[in-house]
């Protein structure tokens, strides 16, 4: 069974979630520029393959801590993370975005993203 969270935990857990999201963002970033370089141009001012696997190996870092801890990766691009929880015995996913500085919805389980709510 999966580690439920509560509301409270969530936000205490939200600001560490989020320094690592904006590092992930950067990441993301320079990671597709890399690629990219050196896919049309053959090199990159970023760095080489070395770099590359750097870059590679520090998000796949973040997003083992996320799964170790319990929370669902539903996407990296842009970030969207679920906890799972119970709301009046009716399992639901906390729900929190890229972009959200806090923690304000939630949907259904069976329902995903397009069933968010407000909390």
Do not use: N
């Given at each position: 069974?999966?580690?439920?969270f ?16 904006e590092?992930l ?16 141009l ?25 799964t ?14 679920d ?11 906390l ?6 500085n806090?923690?304000?919805w ?6 995903g ?7």
């Open positions: 069974m999966s580690r439920l509560s509301v409270d935990e969530v936000r205490e857990l939200l600001p560490g979630v989020l320094a690592q999201a590092a963002v950067g990441m993301r970033a320079d990671l597709a520029e890399m690629t990219f370089d050196r896919e049309a053959g090199a990159s001012p970023l760095g080489g393959l070395a770099e590359i696997k750097a870059v590679e190996a520090r998000i796949q870092e973040i997003l083992s801590d996320w170790g801890q319990g929370f669902e990766i539903k996407g990296i691009a842009p970030v969207l993370l906890f799972p929880a119970l709301i009046d015995g009716v399992s639901v996913r729900c929190w975005i890229e972009g959200e806090e923690l304000v939630y949907h259904r389980t069976e329902l993203f397009a069933g968010r709510r407000p909390l």
